[in-house]
């Protein structure tokens, strides 16, 4: 399975910017989870948002700014970030579990940077 995220960059804070991933090599509509991650510089990796068997799931930081969706037809996830804080800079990953007992793939990543 391959990811590849596009759609960070530079915003000013209160901003909104879109993430998408696409996935080959494996469908999302019958995978066991999709989401986004996020790393900031000397920080650890940090799970933002996932869809894991149709639950979707929120890091508190995130609650009621980002929106996790996915596009089963396209094989496409995507991250709706709105109202965005300096405290959002990070490189934002996009990762796809096939089943329970699988290791995620994970995308490359793209830098978003939150700056005026």
């Known amino acids: 399975v391959q990811l590849v995220e596009s759609g960070g960059g530079l915003e000013q804070p209160g901003g909104s910017l879109r993430l998408s991933c696409v996935v080959s090599?494996?469908?999302?509509?019958?995978?066991?989870?999709v989401g986004w991650s996020r790393q900031a510089p000397g920080k650890q990796r940090e799970l933002v948002a996932s869809?894991?068997?149709?639950?979707?799931m929120y890091a508190d930081s995130v609650k009621g700014r980002f929106t996790i969706s996915k596009d089963n037809a396209k094989n496409m996830v995507y991250l709706e970030m709105k109202s965005l804080k300096a405290e959002d800079t990070a490189v934002y990953y996009c990762w796809h579990i096939s089943d329970r007992a699988a290791l995620a793939s994970w995308g490359q990543g793209t830098q978003v940077t939150v700056s005026s």
């Open positions: 869809i894991i068997s149709g639950t979707t």
């Open positions: 090599g494996g469908s999302i509509f019958s995978s066991y989870g």
